[in-house]
């Protein structure tokens, strides 16, 4: 490196290397897309479905965490409050989703936050359905959508579309409690 040869052969390396790196970063990307648009399940946690071993993308229910989530889908259109929704998950000794890494370290479930429950209750996967373009960006570009995602759904569509009516209101009056 220390003659103009060296400096050069040097600069041309790292110029590939970073063109590699983004050419990675690319196709990473567009095969997450692709596999969105399929409906296909792009990895991370999901209380109320196991990842299939054998088809990968694709969840399946965990029937003692349906119980979970319907449990906390129930009882906020009762209360009309994530808070005391959270409190009824918590108080049922309901914990959020306990997994193992990829470098084998068990992380075992928390108490329900009032973020986690709310995340929970606005996640249209548990209607299979899959979203889009969800950042806030492509929302305000109105690239936003859902498409039918390939697990099943283990909340009713009817049951789901009442708590967002229910949230919307509620955030709207800005208050915690039942609409009437």
Known sequence: TTSPQ????????????????????????DATAARSERGLWNGGRLV?????????????PNEGEVVLVNFAFDTYLETGSIKLTTDALNARGYRTKAYTSRREKH?????????????????????AQKEINKSTK?????????????????????????????????????HNGAAP
């Open 107 to 127: 992380h075992a479930g928390v108490a329900f936050t009032t973020s986690s429950v709310q995340y929970l209750l606005k996640n249209p996967a548990y209607v």
């Open 6 to 29: 060296g400096k050069l052969f040097i600069t041309i390396m790292m110029a590939l290397a970073q063109l590699e790196r983004e050419q990675t970063s690319e196709r990473t990307r």
């Open 138 to 174: 492509m929302r305000a570009r109105g690239e936003y959508r859902l498409v039918d995602a390939v697990w099943p759904a283990i909340v009713t569509r009817e049951k789901f579309d009442a708590v967002q009516r229910l949230m919307r209101a509620n955030g709207q009056s800005n």
């Open 48 to 60: 109320g479905y196991d990842l299939d071993a054998d088809r990968k993308g694709y969840p399946v």
